[in-house]
């Protein structure tokens, strides 16, 4: 049996279950550069049809945070972007698209042909980057003969592409998209489906991810441990401050993903022993990043900044 070390304690696990953008990728370094051009070609055809999209709701469209050029920083660990499927950002930008005067079907068009222009740029730029640590991590488990698998909110192929991209592909056993569930997160079905694949027991199995979606996913499957990836929190609440100026957003609804990432910020800085006391003292010793994290991640058994902080080995007999 392996051991899953944290600076919590250690979990005796079977396999582990990664969660795609966020946790194995940078999400802005793939998802930032995939949703500029989306909402540009969105703002673009519109305005090709006599219709201008509210700036305001540039930001709030996807759950996305922008800095004063347009160009996305960071985004809602909450929001669609982060824990919705691809219909699901369709549906809202269709929605998006009828409420300013097109037809339900002029709209659907309309989405379709800009996520082809943001899937085609993707595939040119192949803008992916891997978490810090992730790769020696993936090594030290792989050595260990840990199954691995990933479960993501994207389609399958897609995910297939990307960890291609990053040149990951080779560690895991299954990759299971939200297209081969009938309910995505945090719905348990993607952890079950995918411990089924790897032949181990859900409560064998360890959950990583970036957002609490992730987290519920692994309470619902009943996973041994959910463990919530902090890395780069600390960095988006001082990009979503700096974008919370009305140069940035032109005020009003479009700051509702910036402020509602500030809100980790103030939380985290007037302590968290109130609402979540009884919660936090059973996690991570937790350093900035981490404090900000469990306002975002509340049901996260375990928070760490880094992969460094994460290690496996053998259990002694």
Request: charged share 15%.
């Amino acid at each position: 049996m392996i051991e899953l070390n944290t600076p919590q304690g250690n979990y005796p696990v079977a396999a582990i279950l990664f969660d795609k953008d966020g946790t194995l990728l940078q999400f802005v370094s793939l998802w930032g550069s995939w949703g500029e051009c989306f909402l540009d070609q969105f703002a673009r055809k519109l305005e090709q049809r006599g219709l201008s999209f509210p700036e305001q709701h540039r930001a709030s469209l996807l759950g996305t945070v922008h800095d004063a050029a347009g160009k996305i920083t960071d985004y809602d660990r909450n929001g669609p972007l982060a824990m919705g499927t691809m219909s699901d950002l369709y549906a809202i930008a269709s929605w998006q698209g009828y409420s300013l005067g097109l037809s339900w079907a002029e709209a659907v068009e309309l989405v379709d042909s800009c996520r082809n222009a943001a899937d085609t740029m993707l595939e040119q730029s192949r803008p992916v980057r891997p978490l810090p640590g992730l790769v020696p991590f993936l090594d030290a488990c792989a050595a260990q003969g840990i199954p691995m698998a990933v479960v993501t909110a994207d389609e399958t192929s897609a995910a297939e592409s990307h960890l291609r991209w990053l040149g990951i592909r080779q560690y895991f056993t299954a990759v299971i998209g939200t297209d081969q569930v009938e309910r995505g997160k945090p719905f348990p079905d993607m952890a079950l489906l995918a411990c089924g694949r790897l032949g181990v027991s859900p409560a064998e199995a360890a959950v990583i991810g970036d957002t609490n979606g992730d987290m519920r996913m692994a309470a619902a499957a009943g996973a041994a441990v959910a463990i919530g990836i902090a890395g780069g929190i600390t960095a988006g609440l001082a990009a979503s401050a700096a974008a919370e100026g009305p140069e940035a957003n032109a005020g009003g609804s479009g700051q509702a993903a910036a402020s509602r990432v500030t809100a980790a910020a103030d939380a985290a800085a007037g302590g968290s022993s109130d609402a979540h006391g009884a919660s936090d003292a059973g996690r991570c010793g937790l350093a900035a990043d981490t404090q900000a994290a469990g306002t975002l991640l509340p049901d996260a058994d375990c928070i760490v900044s880094s992969y460094a902080e994460l290690g496996v080995g053998r259990i002694a007999r």
